[in-house]
């Protein structure tokens, strides 16, 4: 089973930029699909952007454009580039592998995430 563990997270003003990265352990990482999760106060978890395992990306309307996922195999390294950001974009931030793709079907156990505050 992979195990994985978020970081970059922070305090950033509207309009800025962070890059979160995930990191996972295990030899079968370039396996799997992974994506990026977020879930803010009072709110239920929400899916923000998948990719597969081959490199093919897709995301949820309110941050295409503004956020980008990307994956290092090798290293076995997940990144979320995410700029233009927004107060609403405030969440704690969890990445995950996948059973499938496209819809997305995560599998395993959630890491603690990294927490994303954006003022406004």
């Known amino acids: 089973q992979v195990q994985l563990v978020e970081s970059g997270g922070g305090l950033v003003q509207a309009g800025g930029s962070l890059r979160l990265a995930c990191v996972a352990s295990g030899r079968t990482f370039g396996n799997y699909a992974m994506a990026w999760y977020r879930q803010a106060p009072g709110k239920e978890r929400e899916f923000v952007a998948a990719?597969?395992?081959?490199?093919?990306?897709y995301s949820t309307d309110s941050v295409k454009g503004r956020f980008t996922i990307s994956r290092d195999n090798a290293k076995n390294l997940l990144y979320l580039q995410m700029n233009s950001l927004k107060p609403e974009d405030t969440a704690v931030y969890y990445c995950?592998?996948?059973?499938?793709?496209?819809?997305?079907?995560?599998?395993?156990?959630w890491g603690q995430g990294t927490q994303v505050t954006v003022s406004s």
């Open positions: 995950i592998s996948g059973s499938r793709f496209i819809p997305f079907a995560p599998i395993g156990s």
């Open positions: 990719i597969s395992s081959g490199g093919s990306t």
